[in-house]
């Protein structure tokens, strides 16, 4: 049986000449063979040509069960056969609200409302409109700024992109954007200075709120990893110094958890490694097991009370999307959950990171690796011209997008970022399918850096 009704070159030439892809020059596409997927089976993607390939980055970091799930599928058919869409503006759905109750259940405790959207972008467009808002209805109007943190990515939007500060996406929109202040994001791999990175940030941090609390609506952070930069790791303690800068000089501070969330870690949520409950939660990616376009913001009774007053008093929070609270998508995140505790998944990434981190320990060693850096199931290898001095491959050389290239070949999917190679597993792989996407990356990695 052929896997596609359609040839490859059908479908590659309808692609190139009608379809845009995202994040991607057209131009290199146009020249290059894309590759055009097919089917899903467990944690492979099958291109319309019949090769399989391990999907070494979840799809942009989304899969948690794999693909082509027997539970998963069976949960989106059911709610097919009752209704695929209603709206969530003045009144509600079943599976919006019963996931509204598993969501507060997972989260740290706390987080106590559940206001949905559709991707990580408007989940955070959210939680900035909330932020600013919240001040606002309190009467505290000067507070209207925000804090991010250097390479920081929220996301695509205007708003997510005025608290982003990764200069090659975001540099050039700068005169449509508002303005953040930015403290650095501790990357000790790469930081110079007396202090360390952690207390670099933090004494940023301090400052800032010390001089310019009375205009800050809240701190913006990606906890514990930083992850489009280069998957960068905050150091054990500074994600619960920055929290009690913020409570202490009342600032909200709003945990985006787009990449983190669910498992990805090694706990359910970034947050929980430090023991720290953000004001605002901004999660999608993983919520639907990498299925469905679901998000949500999550926010606490205090934040929430700010907007619950008489209509009269105009403090509702007017934002919403069309397809906000979707049936078929709360659906299939539901039975994510119910599958993701009766495989005790969380606890699964958590030991089998472990096992990951050794098979990764041989490739620190390599000429070109400058630093390997994993927590959970989230992993980032710096590759670099010169080990000894840390000088990066010029972007012009493209050393990531050459290795996941030779990837590809071997049989693995994945996306760099910039000389970062990223490991990003569905988080149901287990310890043999981590140790061939690992040896795959190894060997690439040789090919290219070495070769
Ligand atoms: C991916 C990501 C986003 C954006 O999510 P989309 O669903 O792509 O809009 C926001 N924040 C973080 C931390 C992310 O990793």
Same mark, same amino acid.
């Given at each position: ?15 190139? /000449?009608?379809?845009?892809?995202? =994040? ?121 700024? =925000? *804090? ?34 930015? *403290? ?35 701190? *913006? ?35 985006? /958890? ?42 606490? /009774? ?14 509702? =929070? ?105 490991? *990003? ?24 850096? /070495?070769?």
């Amino acid at each position: 049986m052929s896997i596609s009704p359609y040839s490859y070159e059908e479908l590659a030439r309808k692609n190139k /000449e009608y379809l845009w892809n995202p =994040f991607t020059q057209m131009k290199d596409y146009i020249a290059d063979d894309p590759v055009i997927i097919a089917r899903g089976e467990g944690i492979k993607l099958i291109d319309v040509q019949g090769k399989a390939y391990y999907d070494g980055f979840s799809s942009v970091w989304l899969n948690v069960h794999g693909h082509n799930v027997p539970e998963l599928n069976q949960a989106i058919v059911d709610q097919l056969n009752q209704v695929a869409h209603s709206t969530l503006l003045g009144m509600a759905n079943i599976p919006s609200i019963l996931l509204a109750e598993q969501l507060v259940r997972i989260a740290p405790p706390g987080l106590t409302k559940v206001f949905y959207s559709d991707s990580g972008a408007t989940a955070v467009e959210i939680a900035i409109k909330m932020a600013f808002q919240y001040w606002q209805n309190l009467g505290k109007t000067g507070k209207h700024s =925000f *804090i991010t943190m250097k390479n920081a990515y929220h996301g695509d939007t205007i708003g997510a992109v005025s608290v982003g500060a990764i200069p090659l996406y975001h540099e050039v929109y700068r005169p449509l954007l508002f303005s953040p202040y930015t *403290i650095p994001y501790p990357y000790p791999y790469r930081h110079e200075g007396e202090k360390s990175a952690a207390d670099t940030t933090i004494a940023c941090l301090e400052q800032l709120l010390e001089e310019k609390a009375d205009e800050i609506a809240a701190l *913006i952070v990606e906890p514990v990893v930083q992850g489009a930069s280069g998957m960068i790791l905050m150091p054990d303690g500074c994600l619960q110094k920055m929290a009690e800068l913020a409570k202490k000089y009342d600032v909200l501070l709003i945990a985006d /958890e787009v990449a983190t969330g669910f498992g990805r870690t090694g706990k359910m949520f970034a947050c929980e490694h430090e023991g720290i409950v953000p004001d605002i939660m901004t999660i999608a990616k993983g919520i639907t097991g990498g299925y469905l376009p679901v998000a949500a913001t999550m926010t606490t /009774e205090r934040v929430y009370q700010a907007f619950y007053a008489d209509y009269e008093e105009q403090k509702t =929070f007017f934002h919403g999307h069309s397809y906000t609270g979707n049936p078929l998508g709360c659906a299939v995140a539901l039975a994510n959950l119910r599958l993701m505790e009766q495989r005790r998944l969380v606890d699964e990434v958590a030991q089998k990171s472990e096992k990951l981190g050794e098979m990764l320990r041989p490739l620190a060693a390599f000429p070109h690796v400058g630093e390997v850096r994993q927590k959970g199931f989230m992993v980032g290898i710096e590759l670099v011209r010169d080990k000894h001095t840390k000088e990066s491959y010029h972007w012009n050389e493209r050393i990531g997008v050459r290795v996941t290239k030779s990837a590809r070949v071997r049989g693995l999917l994945t996306r760099p970022l910039g000389n970062v190679i990223v490991l *990003i597993p569905p988080l149901v792989s287990t310890e043999d399918d981590l140790a061939a996407m690992v040896d795959i990356l190894a060997a690439s990695i040789r090919e290219v850096t /070495e070769g």
